[in-house]
DNA sequence: TATGAATGAGCATTCATTCAT
DNA sequence: AATGAATGAATGCTCATTCAT
């Protein structure tokens, strides 16, 4: 089973279809969820026969879990990346650039984030349980954030870190059910709103 | 079709067997999605035969479509009917009688209406569309709310009603994916802990 | 799943259907092996649909499964009844009649037996294993019978009786490769001719 | 196609690939007989890559007929061998040696003889026929040997030839089925209670 | 001399649905 | 009012086979 491009340059043939068929699983996954997708919709939609998955994959399961945590991953390393940029930023700026990346990465970084968001909840455990970890260690990262905050007198101290967190990641990833993708700006746009209801409420 | 009750004291088999059905697709529809559920789970659940479910029910998508439907009207109904005892009580108060109306319907009036809030999304637009119109009066509903909320200035006026009302559904709507039901007066402290988020927030 | 007859008059359609599904495979097994047999087949010929096999049973393996056990129980059966028969004939005669019954049931029982004989050790494990249990049962059945015909000074002493036991069964079950079943009497002929081998061997 | 060896010293490396897949073939058809049997499993017991076996072979058809003339030929020359060597034995001498070298070409030499035994019987018509001329000569041959032994009177002039000749191939060919072939000697001795229980029965 | 990539027909199995009773 | 029996289209998956390199 090919998992290393050949080459820095050149993207192998091998290395397309594989990446071919992993966009148009996260498409579908998103779009009509796990079990209503087909591996004939999903080989459809990358130009190849239904047989040929299996030169890649083991199974439609190996590709929902490369799906699910290809789509974490690019809305964690999107936040830290940009945090390591943020310098020395107020606590709420920083808040603030974490929102809009993980909004950025939800909207803009393909299918994989949003399809993640979306169907995860409805998996049965067997598919679930390999990404516990990841999903746990994204939200510490978001209460070390929040945390820092309270503690910088910057988030009021009667406020609970833990519902907050889910409050806000909640608000956040609820957006790509209905958020148009299309506008410029947009994005950008709306995290600035977010950060506004959320922040001035949270105030002491 | 037998659809409606034989007697307003007795409760006929019938109807017993037809509403088994019904909640045992919801319970069945929430955790794991419409197309993961077979119609054999739902007949085992309500512990009838797979068969008899086509007496009462045309066809699977007949059954999601009732489930979708009393999904969303007891959300509205106990929206409403909370609202209606509310008298003359301020705008934020309203609005905190509907969150917590909102977040009680989705949490203790059984699987209806979080199954309705869960699966909509990935549904095809063919089970989709019959529920469009009572969507958007629900969030006509909550627009008249938050408008009548902002015109008397207890909302900033520079805030867009709209992505408000996006804003705070979906942040209630997404509890379900999170919130453990099992404790007493939970939904409560979560809807006077919500309104504060959002209220302190909105606030001039 | 139906497993017993609704009357000991009528066959019920659905005991049909399963015992033809029963004999439609246990010939296929026989004449092609069993991966080499699709459901298709066992369908086709036993004139029903394919699904339709899995509402009588839960895979290809399962039925494998009864085929198998069928044949060995009407082989054991048929023996233990005939020698039930014998009363209180010598040594060699009960032995005679062993060989006659197993070769019968082996080619006028129907293809169960000699689907069993003629699959089994090229099965893997985990289709063999439920089965030790029986084939060693019937195993030692016969080394009672040589045995005591041993005590009784009717077969040599120097003679080992598990690997004579071996061989018999071995020479009997071989016939079903190539023994035409169709004339009359041939059967009991095969019997006495082998008998006649075992006992008195070839030489003048 | 590469079909004649390069050199009679060396072995060329093509040459010991062929091997090695008709090897690998002949031990996995006996072991789960031909169609349970894949193209990718010899491959990978061969060391090769699966599509390079049609370097070598047409179809997985190819191979079989190949193993299966293999086996027969390690049979028949053995035995043809042994016969040459003996000289002026008996007639029962000679059968003894035929049987001994019949269960040493089937113990022995490899999985191509024991495969063929074993999976021949449930083989289609399509890949059985390029073999019964072979396997009638191989059956003449040996009623050869059985009528010289009666026309000289070391067989019982009742004995009619044809079913005795199935009988004695039947009993040396189960063995296969069962024969531990670990033990040193172990054929040896097999081959003479074979022969000692055909020969001279088994009655005191 | 050999292989990596891909194919497509076919497989066991599932499932919504039907219908005589 | 309900079911046992059956269907057939579709699903995830396997596998012999192909072919450019």
Redesign the interface.
Known sequence: MPREAADVSTVSKSQKSREAILESAAKLFR??????TTLRQIADLAEIQAGSIYYYFDSKDAILDEVLDEGLRRVFNGVKLRLKQAGDASHRQKIALAIEAHLVALHDASDFTSANI??Y??L?ERLKSPHRAIRRAYARYWDRLLSDAQKAGEIRSD??LI??R??VL??L???V??FDLSKKDAVQK?AR??E???????KR
Not at 31 to 36: I, K
Not at 196 to 202: N, Q, W
């Open positions: 779009r009509q969820g796990y079990s209503a979306r169907i909840g409805q049965p406020i609970e519902p907050l889910i409050f909640g608000a990833n609820w957006t059910e209905w709306l709103r977010t506004s209801i959320i922040f001035d409420g949270v």
